[in-house]
């Protein structure tokens, strides 16, 4: 069963412009990573957050996590074509499997 | 190229048939996941290793599906008796707790399987 849910389930904004996306997850968590999935390269691992940090950059991207409310963002600065992808939350408690959300379907336009 | 690997990238079988897919992880990775993936869905995993170790298989295993790794380096992933509910896209992933932060799991292709 997907644990997280994110939100918005799709988003489509001009290239340039900031995007952010949600995600809701229910159990305690070790951390939890953004993934982007596309046709061209398949799921790729985009940044980990772990559990006792509360905010994470990485180039354009910024994370934050709320272990109290269960909840995580995903901000993307200035959006490019090459951004347009769909992007899943993923939690981990251990080293076991992860488990993903439904997705934001992200559309950049040109 | 030294990433994961899967084949065959895609495999269309008629129902009740059995299908085998094969992964080849990233070679200095320890733990390998296999995930299925359907339409509009995030990726829901299976079971998961720990060199030859099978750990960790989820309820959606079913009876049969079986997974191995007999030498803690390729996996095959065999489903038996395939129903049309088998259709996915099959995703394995490795990852090693030696590489950066640990658990970031790099993933293969996928192998997508239609079952008529």
């Known amino acids: 069963s997907q644990q997280g849910e994110e939100d918005p389930q799709a988003l489509s904004i001009q290239e340039g412009e900031n995007a952010t996306m949600n995600c809701s997850y229910k159990?305690?968590?070790?951390?939890l990573q953004w993934y982007r999935q596309n046709s061209g390269r398949g799921l790729v691992h985009l940044i980990l957050?772990?559990?006792?940090?509360r905010e994470k950059h990485s180039g354009r991207l910024r994370v934050t996590l709320d272990t109290s409310k269960k909840s995580s963002s995903l901000l993307i600065t200035a959006s490019r074509a090459a951004d347009t992808a769909s992007y899943f939350c993923a939690t981990v408690r251990g080293a076991d499997g992860l488990t993903f959300g439904k997705g934001t379907h992200l559309i950049i336009q040109p | 190229d030294t990433g994961v690997s899967q084949n065959p990238r895609h495999k269309i079988t008629k129902r009740g048939q059995n299908v085998t897919f094969r992964c080849d992880p990233i070679s200095e990775h320890n733990r390998l996941y296999w995930y299925r993936q359907t339409l509009g869905q995030g990726p829901e995993f299976l079971t998961y290793f720990q060199n030859e170790a099978q750990l960790e298989k989820s309820r959606l295993l079913s009876d049969r599906f079986s997974a191995e790794r007999p030498k803690g380096s390729f996996s095959t992933l065999e489903i038996q008796r395939t129903e049309q509910g088998d259709s996915a896209m099959y995703l394995c992933a490795s990852s090693s707790p030696l590489v950066g932060q640990g658990n970031e799991q790099f993933f293969g292709p996928g192998t997508r399987l239609t079952v008529l």
């Open positions: 159990t305690s968590i070790n951390n």
């Open positions: 957050i772990r559990s006792n940090e």
